[in-house]
């Protein structure tokens, strides 16, 4: 059971969008920043976007991130065969003095 | 370009000690915190611990206290997680990662490739 709740799995055409989003509480994603990772098969998880809504040079406008409250919203727009891959959210709570990540969620493009 | 380069494949016996290498190459050792990650079969990710090598300050999950040990040698910028008392759920791939943001803004920026550690009789 993840300190964090991502939806198991979200699914759209290609070019549409999707969006995933990963619950929390005050005392992690409340006060904290959220990053988002992207995990494709049998690689190490690369970052996606950092302190919310921020983007790594590389990364493409395509990735947005948002926060509000006690829950951030991965979006991915225009959506391609190549962003079939595993999404997980991570922040840090203050209640456990550890960084959490959500459970993940698979991203299927039909 | 930075770099985490990490040492091979495990096979341990259920009991032992395993010791994992992370070898940072590419930017100086002590700007980012070093953290270790782990993903069993088929699972989400799962944080183990962190290091920040520029004050030694560590933090560990609370689930691997007194079980992991992370160091690291400046000398030769290397980060090693030392895990004890192994067993078959401890079977997975161990990535170290490189953290650009403060103890508590995770911002995992750079990943070594993984080691994959089997436990088995």
């Known amino acids: 059971q993840s300190v964090l709740t991502q939806p198991p799995s979200v699914s759209a055409a290609p070019g549409q969008r999707v969006t995933i989003s990963c619950s929390g509480r005050t005392s992690n994603i409340g006060n904290n920043y959220v990053s988002w990772y992207r995990q494709l098969p049998r690689t190490a998880p690369k970052l996606l976007i950092f302190?919310?809504?921020r983007r790594p040079s590389g990364i493409p406008d395509r990735f947005s991130g948002s926060k509000s409250g006690t829950s951030a919203t991965l979006g991915i727009t225009g959506l391609q065969t190549g962003d079939e891959a595993d999404y997980y959210c991570a922040t840090w709570d203050a209640g456990l003095s550890a960084v959490v990540f959500g459970g993940g969620t698979k991203v299927t493009v039909l | 370009e930075v770099q985490l380069v990490q040492s091979g494949p495990e096979v341990k016996r259920p009991g032992a000690t395993v010791k994992i290498s992370c070898s940072a190459s590419?930017?100086?050792?002590?700007?980012?915190?070093i953290h270790w990650v782990r993903q069993a079969p088929g699972k989400g990710l799962e944080w183990m611990g962190l290091?920040?090598?520029?004050?030694?300050?560590?933090i560990y999950a609370e689930k691997f206290r007194g079980r992991v040990t992370i160091t690291a040698d400046a000398s030769t910028d290397t980060a090693y997680m030392e895990v004890t008392s192994l067993t078959s759920d401890d079977r997975a791939v161990y990535y170290c990662a490189t953290s650009s943001g403060g103890i508590s803004v995770p911002t995992f920026n750079y990943w070594g490739q993984g080691s994959l550690v089997t436990v088995s009789s």
């Open positions: 590419g930017y100086t050792f002590t700007d980012y915190s």
């Open positions: 290091l920040d090598p520029a004050n030694g300050e560590r």
């Open positions: 302190e919310n809504n």
